[in-house]
């Protein structure tokens, strides 16, 4: 039985896992990054960017909580599901998948490519067989492809893509990404993954045994703050982009810059342990950001 003919049946086959649900995988929203700027935005905004938002965190939720012998099959599952966004009506059958159903208003509205949803999905093929960085060039070209296409397809949701405004943006979306990824280097080892490129860490006396410490040994705490700086200056230089932009546009790249520049400063704060606990921003400090960052401060 195909994957369409089973999902229309509501069958399962057996031994074959299915993605994870739209409804609860958008609800782990609250307990993320997600911009508090974007409770904000118009409803038709909220709605196109939840959208992405589930597809998004769908992709992340295949590539790392589906049975890894199945992980594979399930991405191009999902990549031929996004493929019949691009057919013509009357042509291929409608996408099986909530998550790229749910999508096919905002591309269409929105008059999106569907490169960059493909994108998403090669990222999270690449964390099945790469699990480790050899140089931070390596890393900025794998968040090209987990990070960037997300900023992309923002600018055409609210209809002011340029390819310039869209370099800006790779600078927050990298840097996002970077933060999210220094917050989360106990979680990642544990699951078999490290960010931090070799070359660093060598630099830096560092050691994969130093990832698995109760407590980040004071080479380890250096490396941080290196990545760290790294990572604010990515979101500094992109941080233009907000001057660039109006009204709901404007409040929601600025709610990004000030939660990525807030998670860097919360690990900043932990005295770069980021192995004891995951250092989250409070909300306070990101409402303040938000302010600073659609001001232009900073």
Known sequence: ????????????????????????????????????????????????????????????DIGDLAPPEQRLDLLADLEDDVRQLECAPGEPRAPAHAAVRALAATVADCQIPVQPFLDLIEANRQDQVVTRYESFDDLLGYCRLSANPVGRIVLYVFGCFEPWRAELSDSICTGLQL??????????????????????????????????????????RRLLAFEVDR???????????????????????AGYVAGGRAALAAIAAADYDVLAQTPRPAKARVAAGLVAAFAGVG
Request: aromatic share 6%.
């Open 231 to 253: 990572a604010r200056a990515l979101i500094d230089t992109g941080a233009p982009l907000v001057r660039t932009l109006r009204g709901s546009a404007r409040v929601a790249v």
């Open 1 to 60: 039985m195909t994957h369409d003919r089973v999902a229309a049946s509501g069958l399962q086959p057996p031994g074959r896992a299915q993605p994870p649900d739209l409804a609860s995988t958008v609800a782990k929203a609250a307990d993320e990054n997600f911009p508090v700027a974007l409770r904000l935005l118009p409803r038709r905004y909220r709605s196109h960017l939840t959208a992405v938002y589930g597809f998004a965190r769908t992709v992340d």
């Open 179 to 220: 933060a999210e990824h220094w917050q989360d280097v106990a979680e990642d080892f544990q699951a078999g993954r490290v960010y931090l490129p070799a070359q660093d860490m060598g630099t830096y006396g560092c050691t994969e045994q130093d990832l698995a410490a109760a407590h980040a040994p004071p080479q380890l």
